[in-house]
């Protein structure tokens, strides 16, 4: 099995200047091979999402590894959830 991209779009409760750096906590998880977060590029396309994760992992198990470890679950019930309103998980296995 080929490596898995993991993408997540958020919703916001404010615009992302404030809540930047709660986002940014996410890179501070071990697992992903490459992390990026950003706003959309193109707004009228994004469907009301106003920011989003792209990832890397090298395995469906490294990505369920890091979706249950204590630092992701941590990260994402402490900054996370009280800044977004809506997410969206999306995952694919690259084609080798």
């Known amino acids: ?4 991209v993991h993408i997540v779009l958020w919703k ?3 615009p992302i200047g404030p809540a930047k750096a709660a986002f ?3 890179k501070s ?3 992903a ?31 369920q590894k890091y ?4 630092a992701h679950v941590s990260c994402v019930e ?3 959830k009280p800044n977004a309103t809506e997410v969206m998980a ?3 296995e690259l084609e080798e």
Not at 42 to 59: M, T, V
Not at 67 to 70: D, G, I, L, Q, T
């Open 1 to 4: 099995m080929g490596k898995i």
């Open 90 to 92: 999306y995952d694919f």
């Open 33 to 63: 091979e490459i992390m990026h977060l950003g706003p959309p590029l193109l707004e009228a396309r994004a469907k009301g999402f106003d920011y989003g994760l792209y990832s890397i992992f090298s395995s469906p198990e490294a990505l």
């Open 12 to 14: 916001l409760r404010q």
């Open 67 to 70: 979706a249950v470890s204590e």
């Open 24 to 26: 940014e906590h996410l």
């Open 29 to 31: 998880v071990p697992g």
């Open 78 to 80: 402490n900054h996370i």
